[in-house]
């Protein structure tokens, strides 16, 4: 027993992106914040130090897949608990491995960072890190996905159209490895401009709330007829009578709490959840 718990709180420990420190956050010494609302859930803010805090399924039911998991916040702050660690709860008791990322905070008040710089150079580490780690992670490194939400799904839809193949003769390993997501998670995200869509782009998994704003309610229907269009295969999910941030959190009902289950079984229909 002791070393069962053991094993459970050492796989949750954050490990950083850049152990040296991060480009673009030389000289930022400051503590994360974090918030406690009024339903106990954590929100943080002030990170210069980006992370993942993986979430791995025990051997007997892991699949090969994982998902690195970028929570929202409008780039001010990260909503950690219903966007981040319920959902890798969830996905790593039902064989997917996840990973909770942290990244930098473009919007913050009196931030240096950028969303197209800094914020995006934190979620395609996170998956070259996790690609480099695959074997003592247990996944398949042809199998690693990115989900997010909100201001994260932005992130993830940027990761799922402007990665590259690794740098070759990099002297850091981890930027050899390629920065391509095996599949893309976007759920209720703030949609990019100029999306380059193509066959290659990996499949799309689309979810958000018939009652959130137009350029998401509206904006992510659009976004489902171009992947279409582009020959991606895609699935699309609008919640009736739902609105934005709903994540995971013990007090959905359906249609809201359907959809992890729903996700899963779209990573089975695309070859994902095949056991090692």
């Not at 974090?34 to 210069?48: A, D, F, L, P, Q």
């Not at 970028?70 to 969830?90: F, N, T």
């Not at 002297?171 to 193509?198: N, T």
Request: aromatic content about 8%; proline content about 7%; glycine content about 10%.
């Amino acid at each position: 027993m002791l070393f069962f718990v053991g094993s459970a709180v050492a796989q949750n420990l954050a490990v950083l992106l850049w152990p040296n420190g991060a480009p673009g956050s030389e000289g930022k010494t400051a503590d994360e914040s974090v918030r406690v609302n009024e339903n106990g859930e954590h929100i943080v803010s002030s990170i210069h130090y980006p992370s993942i805090t993986p979430y791995l399924p025990s051997k007997d039911k892991a699949t090969g897949a994982a998902v690195i998991i970028a929570p929202g916040g409008g780039h001010r702050e990260l909503w950690m608990d219903h966007e981040g660690y319920k959902v890798a709860m969830w996905l790593s008791e039902h064989g997917v491995a996840a990973f909770v990322l942290k990244y930098r905070l473009a919007r913050e008040k009196g931030s240096t960072y950028t969303v197209e710089g800094t914020a995006f150079a934190d979620i395609q580490r996170a998956v070259r890190l996790v690609r480099s780690r695959a074997s003592e992670w247990g996944v398949d490194p042809e199998r690693i996905g990115v989900m997010g939400f909100s201001a994260g799904g932005e992130l993830a839809a940027m990761a799922s159209t402007r990665y590259d193949a690794g740098i070759t003769g990099a002297a850091d390993p981890i930027e050899r490895e390629s920065s391509k997501p095996a599949f893309q998670a976007l759920l209720y995200p703030a949609i990019p401009h100029d999306m380059s869509l193509s066959k290659q782009t990996p499949p799309a998994f689309l979810v958000c709330g018939e009652e959130d704003r137009p350029d998401i309610a509206q904006g992510l229907p659009q976004l489902y007829l171009s992947l279409k269009q582009a020959g991606v295969s895609t699935e699309l999910h609008v919640l009736a009578r739902t609105g934005h941030g709903f994540g995971v959190r013990p007090s959905n009902r359906p249609p809201v709490s359907d959809w992890p289950q729903l996700f899963l079984e779209w990573l089975d229909v695309q070859g994902m959840l095949k056991h090692r």
